[in-house]
Structure formats: structure tokens, C-alpha cells
């Protein structure tokens, strides 16, 4: 995994002990190409704002064993635990982006 992902131009940033799970960035050009999509903006169904998502799930070589990759989007914004938001007035569109940088393997 590691030597795809700077194969590819994405620097590693992060490692953990159990050697499944790395953490990468790089441009949006070298994610682009390392994963084989098009990162694009898309106008969020419910909030005043944009998001970015690749427009097709990710994509690796066969040999390289990864379960997933995450953090290509940004549709979910993290909130704090304790706040309590109100409900939408408006009922959200169904959005069925890709499972969005963190790479995981077997």
C-alpha cells in the first residue's frame, strides 16, 4: 500500500501499529490519477454550500489488496459530539456518493 500510494505522488502522513490503515494526501491531480476518478463539486442537497466527491468509486490495481478508501468527500462535515442540531425543514434528496484519504488494506 505505502509503495502504491507514493508511487502515485501521495505522501504518507500517518501509519498505525496494526499496518492496515494509512493515512496519504497529495493534490487533487495525483489522487485523481492514483484512484482512477474525477473529483468534482456538487451543490449540497440541504445546507448552503458545496461539496466535493469523486464522480466513480475509487480504483486500484488487482494485486493490491485495499478494502477501502476513504475521505475523497467532504459531504458529512464532522460536528461536536454535544451539539444538538435542529431538524431540517425540508425533506434532504437521497445522495448516494462514493464511500469516501485513508487507505485500507488486508
Do not use: W
Not at 32 to 50: C, G, K, S, T
Not at 77 to 100: C, I, V
Amino acid at each position: 500500500m505505502r509503495q502504491f500510494a507514493e508511487s502515485n505522488g501521495l505522501v504518507v502522513v500517518a501509519t498505525y501499529s496494526n499496518r492496515m490503515v494509512l493515512n496519504v494526501k497529495g493534490s487533487a491531480a495525483d489522487i485523481e490519477r492514483a484512484f482512477q476518478i474525477r473529483l468534482n463539486r456538487y451543490r449540497h442537497p440541504v445546507e448552503a454550500r458545496e461539496f466535493y466527491a469523486p464522480d466513480s468509486e475509487p480504483s486500484v490495481p488487482a494485486d493490491l489488496k485495499i478494502i477501502s478508501v476513504e475521505g475523497l468527500n467532504d459531504f458529512s462535515r464532522p460536528r461536536p459530539a454535544g451539539l444538538k442540531l435542529k431538524a431540517p425543514t425540508a425533506r434532504p434528496l437521497s445522495f448516494s456518493g462514493p464511500a469516501g484519504s485513508r487507505i485500507c488494506g488486508q
